[in-house]
Structure formats: structure tokens, C-alpha cells
């Protein structure tokens, strides 16, 4: 068995939803990142408030990491299901934690008496010593975090935590095998980085360009955008709705934006769907909106609260008529946040819908993040000022670039008009035909406008490689991780990653397509959406894929075992 410390390291909690397995997870996940590991987190819940099996995976490293794995280091099983399901992908040093209480049995198990260490609610805190002990982390920098993190909300319960907590490390030193000797340690950072999930980064995102309005109906995995936005709406000046449903959200954020508000919604596939009709409105009456779409499995309910990537056909396709869109995809934290901010400036820019494709995976993956520089970036500029227009005011006036100009109703003497018929260019209703033409025409030459802004795909490792691995939205950490693996072996490995997904510009990729000798698409649904769409597009035909759609996100094992046998 070896015994030297390692630089990286994989381990989860596993229990039932109620048991505090997400606080847990989190105080862990913060402790990490204080310390001064990277962090990727994983987590897997079931659709309910009690019951079911839950698990909260984190990837730690010295150096900067981007993806999950699979094998486990470290397990701690919150009840017998959590040994019973996850023993077996314990690594083939790697142990399991659980309560002495527990029955559970299995190699490699060592049994914890967490009632001895604290008494009830306290456990967890003592779990925490536990697992701190085992990794190495510092016992005060721990006791620091949990005095803030219950210290304000219950300060009676200070002395019981801290008791419950060095139990938990005395425990752990004592009696778990090479406790303080599994990881190495890292180097803290002069400038403390951010645990930072995908559904927080888009909403600083969207602060950081001028958010002022977002509605919502609750949507998992969406919903913990607009409540980030609502914890700091009074501070930022955001207001906020919670619509009855998806169409009221959808028709709430374009009446805000049509009064000079960026504004956005969030929601999921099912939501979405019952947006479509909204996102049409906001293309005929050409007004600004972001919508953040977080995937999950699909149709209908499907897996709720599991991940996929099943969405980008609907959301390319979604509305009536034909209009220009763009489609972004982050495949990281600090993607989400730039990302986002490109939303609105190009649905500010374009006068139209705009869509951030996230999913379940990413929105609830916490990273350890540098902190985000936000000094002088620039905002989504309101159109208040009457000044430059020509008179006569003609809201769709026909324009070279398909932008007209566009004024907010009540900041000048200027009517302006909004109408979901076609209309004319003073925003009047028309069924004269060569105005109809004349519009449409108009309204498809922003996608040039959208064309001129998009962001090429990112390539990395080896130009014209015997492989190349292409991947878009959240897929990019475990692809990259496996072309990485494969490199190490001593193939001739390369990836591209799409982070804008619509429009492509095939001049922009085609090339690497062209000069690799076999092109893989690994992509999270059944039917490599995104593969299809660039041999639409392009007419490359990509012929292999390694896909994944049983709720769960692409690991670089995932990919590495289907590559050799594709």
C-alpha cells in the first residue's frame, strides 16, 4: 500500500436528503478551498425533501483540476445504503466511513462512533473533525469556519460544535490509518479564491453586466439563479418575481426589458417549453432578454434532479417563425460568469433572445474559483437618451445591420409603439406583403450583428491530432482530463470545445475537424445533438460518439473506456 501523501484526491458523503448531507458537503468543500485546494464538486440528489440516496462528491488537488473521477478515496456513508451502493468504487487504497450504529459491512470499512463523539444534531460536526483529521486539514482554520457558519444563526450552540469537532479530529488522528498523511498539503493563495458553483457565477454574471429585473417560476436545477440574485436585489437594485408560471415569468422579464430593464429568467427543459411562445414576442417585438436554460434529463419529468445536455435542439429550434439567436454554453465556473455577461450584451446588441445553455451538473458544481475582476467592465447601456434619433421616431426602421433604434416609452416625447403582429416601421399592424419581406429580412440580418460577436471554440493539445475529442457546454473538464491521460500515454490527442453552440461560424473549426485523422463528439445525450447540428451545418460527418444519458455527468473514465472501444 503506499504511504506517501498524494496530490490528489476524491472523496464523498452519501445518505438521505434530511440528514444535513448538503451543509456537510459544503463546510467540507469550504474548509478545502480555505486551505488552499482546487475542488470539483459532484452532486447527486433525488427529487424529494426526505428519503432517497444522496451523494456530495469532491475532487481535491493541489494544482488546478476541472473535472470529477470516479474512483473514491475516501467514502462517508451517512446510513447502510451508502456503503451498500458505493463500496465498490472505493480506489484500491481508498476506505469507508460509517457510524459503528450502522448496518453495513465490507472491506476496508472502519466503523465510527459518532454517538460517543456528539450527541444528535452534532454529529455532523464531529464528521467533519473526522474527515478534516484524515486529510490533513488545519483544526483551527475548520473550528473558524463552523463558528461562522452557526455562530450568527444559533450562538448557544458554539461550545457544542467545537466539543463535537475536536472529538471528531482526536478520533480521527488516533485511529484512522495514515490520518493527516492522505493528501499533501496545498499552498494557500495571497488572494483567497472563491468556492463558487455554476448557478452563483451566472448570477454574478448578470449583476456584473446590469441585471435589474429577473422573474422565475421554480425550476430544478434553475432556481438558485434567481435566488442568488435575490439575496443581493436590495443592495443591487434588482427586483424580482416569482410568476405562477413559466409564461407569466417569460412575458413579466420582456415588459421589463421593453421599459428599459435588463431582465432575465431562468428556468429548465419542462419551463422552458411553456416559455416558447414568449421567446417568439420577444423576437417580433425586438426586445432584449436573457434566458438561462439548466438542463436535466428529459421528456417530460424525466430525472429532475440528475443532468443532461438533451436541450440544445429545443432550444435552437424553439419559437415560431424565424428569427436570430445566440446559444451559449459554459464549460466552467468562470465561463458562466463571462458568459453571461456576453448574454446580455448581445441581446442588448442584437435586440432579441439570448440563451445560456447550463446544466444540473455545472449549476450545482462548486470550484475553487480566483476571484472574479469586475473593476471597469462594461454594462448593458440603457437607451435613454432621445438625442441621436432621426425624426420621424420609426421603432423597425429598415437598417443595413437589422439594429433600429430603439428609445424606452415615457423617457422622451417620442410614441413608442410594441406589437406582436407584423407591423411597419413605425410599429403599426400590417399585412401589406413587401412590408412583411422587408421586416423579415431585416430582423434576419442581426444574426450578422450576433455573427460578428461569437466566440471561437477553444482548442488545446496536439495540432492535427491522430484524435480529436469535441465537446461543448459542461463536457469540457472531463474531455480535456481524458485527452490529457491519453497524451500522457503517448498518444497524439486534441480537444475542442464549443462554448458558443449557435450561430457557427464554420471557418472557425472546420479547419481542425479536417486535420485530425479520427474526430470524436463526447457530448451528455442519446442522440449527439451536437454533432448532428455541425454536419448540418457544415456537412463534417462525425462519425463516432461517446455518449451519456443515464443522468449522471461525463467523467474522464467515462470517455477513456468508450474511446478504446469505439
Known sequence: MDTNPRDDF?????????????????????????????????????????????????????????TSRDALDLLVAMNSDGVRLHHDELAEDGIALADEKLDAEGARLVKVPFGDLAPGKFANTAGLGVVAALIGLDQALV?????????????????????????????????????????????RSSTPRLALNGNQAIALGALSAGVRFVSFYPMTPSTSIPLTLIAAADKMGVAFEQAEDEIAAINMAIGASFTGAPAMVATSGGGFALMVEGISLAAMTETPVVIAVAQRPGPATGLPTR???GDLELVLHAGHG???????????????????????????????????????????????????????????????DAQPVALPYRRYEVTDSGVSPRLLPGFSEHLV??????????????????????????RLRKLDVIQERVIPPDASGDPNPDLLLVCW??????????????????????????????????????????????????????????ARLIRRETGFHIADTVLRYDGLPLTPEYILERCCTT
Open 10 to 66: 476524491n472523496l464523498m458523503i452519501a445518505g438521505e436528503a434530511g440528514q444535513g448531507l448538503a451543509t456537510f458537503g459544503e463546510l467540507v468543500v469550504k474548509a478545502l478551498v480555505r486551505s488552499g485546494y482546487y475542488i470539483v464538486v459532484t452532486q447527486s440528489y433525488h427529487s424529494r425533501i426526505r428519503g432517497g440516496h444522496n451523494t456530495f462528491a469532491v475532487r481535491l488537488s493541489t494544482e488546478p483540476i476541472s
Open 143 to 187: 473550528d473558524d469556519l463552523v463558528q461562522e457558519q452557526f455562530g450568527k444563526k444559533h450562538p448557544e450552540t458554539a461550545d457544542s460544535n467545537r466539543t463535537a469537532l475536536e472529538n471528531g479530529y482526536a478520533w480521527g488522528r488516533e485511529h484512522l490509518p495514515r490520518a493527516g498523511k492522505r493528501v499533501k498539503p496545498a499552498t
Open 307 to 309: 443532468t443532461e445536455q
Open 322 to 384: 424565424e428569427f436570430p439567436r445566440a446559444l451559449y454554453a459554459p464549460g466552467s465556473v468562470e465561463q458562466c460568469f463571462h458568459l453571461t455577461r456576453e448574454a446580455f450584451l448581445t441581446a442588448e446588441a442584437s435586440q432579441g433572445p439570448v440563451f445560456i445553455l447550463t446544466d444540473q451538473f455545472l449549476a450545482d458544481s462548486f470550484r475553487a474559483v480566483d476571484p472574479l475582476e469586475v473593476e471597469g467592465l462594461e454594462t448593458v447601456p440603457v437607451p435613454v
Open 417 to 442: 409603439q410594441a406589437d406582436s403582429d407584423e407591423h411597419d416601421e413605425q410599429g403599426h399592424i400590417t399585412e401589406d406583403h413587401g412590408v412583411r419581406i422587408a421586416q423579415v429580412d431585416k
Open 473 to 530: 457546454g459542461s463536457a469540457k473538464g472531463a474531455v480535456e482530463d481524458a485527452a490529457a491521460q491519453m497524451r500522457a500515454q503517448g498518444h497524439s490527442v486534441g480537444t475542442l470545445h464549443f462554448s458558443q453552440v449557435w450561430p457557427l461560424v464554420p471557418e472557425q473549426f472546420v479547419p481542425a475537424l479536417e486535420g485530425a485523422k479520427r474526430v470524436i463528439c463526447c457530448e451528455g445525450n442519446a442522440m449527439g445533438q451536437f
